[in-house]
């Protein structure tokens, strides 16, 4: 039942509750996955296999899970990068940007 494309569950940790699909089988307790989750490493253990499976390749990139998953009619958001984020935040408020930088000086 576990296999490369299988779609799950997270049952645990900060992604809990949210849908992804095995990219990679690491052994037999880890696996990589990636969809509505961060791209990480994890336990099967914290993992709810679903009857759907995705036809996508071993480790197939973001943008290939993303659209594997819309073909199925589940949208993903694109997920930025901490650095894009840091800066559409300053470029959104810069006052709070000028504070930070005034207690990274520090």
């Known amino acids: 039942m576990i296999e490369i494309g299988r779609i799950c569950i997270k049952t645990a940790g900060r992604d809990a509750g949210r849908k992804c699909v095995i990219v990679d089988l690491l052994d037999k307790n880890f696996v990589i996955v990636d969809g509505e989750t961060r791209r990480k490493r994890s336990n099967l ?5 679903l009857s759907t ?5 071993k480790n197939a990139s973001s943008e290939e899970v993303r659209a594997a998953f819309k073909a199925i009619g589940i ?4 997920r930025k990068p901490k650095a894009e984020k840091q800066q ?7 006052i709070h940007h000028k504070i930070d930088s005034k207690k990274q000086k520090k």
């Not at 253990?45 to 296999?49: A, F, G, N, S, T």
């Not at 559409?88 to 810069?94: D, K, L, S």
């Open 53 to 57: 499976k995705l036809d996508i390749k």
């Open 45 to 49: 253990v914290h993992l709810e296999p």
């Open 88 to 94: 559409a935040a300053t470029q959104e408020n810069p």
């Open 75 to 78: 949208d993903i958001k694109e």
